[in-house]
């Protein structure tokens, strides 16, 4: 994770935290870390394990990839069937080497399997 990241992430964090009016000690209590661990995390002084990442954002119902910045999008399992479907076959997209017809392509089928099965 580098610097900038590490800035999203306590951007994002402190963002997180005052729309639920928690403060850093309240927040750190509920993840079971010290106040000063938060306090760090938030300033973008140290970065948290994998482990406590994914604590962090079940906590605050985002997905990591929201914390860390790398996506606008919150929580893919909150949007309603077919952005999910679309959210998750986009963000593999690119691994697989797909083009963004082929996302529309795979989209159409599956729209159309789901409407011959209804």
Request: glycine share 6%; hydrophobic share 35%.
């Given at each position: 994770?580098?610097?900038?990241?590490?800035n999203r992430l306590g951007q994002?964090?402190?963002?997180?935290?005052?729309?639920r009016q928690w403060t850093q000690?309240?927040?750190?209590?509920?993840?079971?870390?010290?106040?000063?661990?938060?306090?760090?995390?938030e300033r973008g002084d140290i970065?948290?394990?994998?482990?406590?990442?994914?604590?962090?954002?079940?906590?605050?119902?985002?997905?990591?990839?929201?914390?860390?910045?790398?996506?606008?999008?919150?929580?893919?399992?909150?949007?309603?069937?077919?952005?999910?479907?679309?959210?998750?076959?986009?963000?593999?997209?690119?691994?697989?080497?797909?083009?963004?017809?082929?996302?529309?392509?795979?989209?159409?089928?599956?729209?159309?399997?789901?409407?011959?099965?209804?």
């Amino acid at each position: 994770m580098n610097e900038q990241n590490n800035n999203r992430l306590g951007q994002n964090l402190r963002i997180l935290r005052k729309e639920r009016q928690w403060t850093q000690s309240i927040a750190a209590q509920k993840l079971g870390i010290s106040f000063s661990t938060f306090a760090k995390y938030e300033r973008g002084d140290i970065k948290p394990d994998t482990d406590k990442l994914a604590q962090i954002a079940d906590l605050f119902d985002v997905s990591a990839d929201f914390l860390l910045g790398k996506s606008t999008i919150r929580n893919a399992n909150a949007l309603p069937g077919m952005d999910q479907v679309y959210f998750r076959l986009a963000k593999g997209a690119e691994e697989l080497g797909l083009t963004e017809e082929d996302v529309d392509a795979i989209l159409n089928l599956y729209h159309s399997h789901r409407q011959q099965n209804q």
